[in-house]
């Protein structure tokens, strides 16, 4: 599955790939500073009370390097000669930004949760905040990763950022399969219960899904209890694809069509974009996104 191919079934997310790619273009031209590692002897009390990483004071990950990141992300988007709502919607933050001394804080409270300094478009500053601080902390995640002990988190949010999960993933395993939950800010992914919703935390012994035929193994599990679902991919191999939560945007709607609701974590309710694609999609010809059945998940 190459993202073309992606988009050649599904035309309708033409607008948000185009976005999606306009904001790796700039990202990529910005350096990327080097992440310091915690010790991770330091954090392990945290990490077994579930205080995630790069919220506990023992690892003490200084985040300001990824600050200063998005606001060199916003300042080059601001300056772009480009007309359009990203570039304007760019220009009123780096104009907010840009006179405070401690921007780069402010940007990494908002995207640990502190919404009380929460600037206009602030959609918007999460999804380009966490596109560039997902590029400098990729190496202290990939060690976390490897130092993890997944049976003792099995928590609800990301051990890395706090976030609930974007997606989930059932990857084989020698008994069956695993579910791993997947953060959409980060990019970290983590064991959870199979049968567990991790919204309502109601252990209902199965999920139910609706699956969607041609849809590449991507299924939308929820539960009876709460109604809030999971787009989950039933594969490997095209993570990078079929992960990234706006190339599914359409089964959100599915979702939607049939009551079910979306407590999972976005990136993407940025409007207008996001009103944009979705106006699109309804527009479009949804036979490809067809439920064929509700069924227990397996
Ligand atoms: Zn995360
Ligand atoms: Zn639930």
């Known amino acids: 599955m190459t993202p073309e191919s992606w988009l050649e ?4 997310l033409r607008p948000l790939a185009e976005l999606s790619a306009e904001v790796e273009r700039a990202a990529a031209e910005i350096a990327i500073p080097e992440a310091r590692l915690p010790d991770w002897d330091d954090y392990r009390d945290d990490f077994l009370a579930g205080v995630t990483l790069l919220q506990s004071t023992a690892a003490a990950i200084d985040l300001d390097p990824g600050g200063r990141m998005a606001a060199a992300l916003i300042e080059r988007l601001a300056l772009a000669p480009s007309s359009g709502w ?35 478009f602030a959609g918007l500053m999460r999804y380009l905040g966490w596109t560039v601080m997902a590029r400098f902390i990729g190496p202290i ?3 976390f990763n490897s130092w993890r002990d997944e049976e003792k988190w099995h928590r609800r949010y990301c051990p890395t950022c706090g976030s609930l ?24 992914r983590w064991r959870y219960g199979r049968t ?4 309502c935390q109601a252990d209902t012994q ?12 991507l299924r939308i599990d929820y539960c009876e209890a709460c109604r809030g679902y999971l787009k989950t ?8 694809v079929l992960l ?9 709607l599915v979702a939607a069509q049939r009551g079910l609701k979306r407590e999972a974590a976005s990136l993407y309710d940025l409007d207008p974009a996001f009103a944009g694609a979705l106006s699109l999609i309804e527009r479009s010809d949804l036979t490809a996104a067809t439920p064929q059945a509700d069924r227990p998940s397996t």
Do not use: K, N
Not at 196 to 199: D, L
């Open 9 to 12: 079934a599904h035309a309708y």
């Open 86 to 120: 990203l570039a304007a919607e760019a220009r009123a933050l780096h104009a907010e930004l840009q006179p405070d001394p401690h921007a780069a804080r402010r940007i990494v409270d908002l995207l640990l949760g502190d919404q009380s300094a929460a600037p206009p």
């Open 141 to 143: 995640v990939v060690a």
């Open 165 to 188: 999960p974007a997606m989930a993933q059932l990857v084989a395993e020698e008994h069956g399969r695993l579910r791993l939950l997947c953060c959409g800010c980060c990019g970290t």
């Open 196 to 199: 567990m919703c991790p919204f």
């Open 206 to 217: 199965r999920l139910s899904a609706v699956t969607v035929e041609g849809e590449s193994g």
């Open 233 to 240: 991919y039933v594969g490997e191999g095209s993570e990078s």
């Open 244 to 252: 990234a939560d706006w190339t599914s945007l359409h089964l959100d």
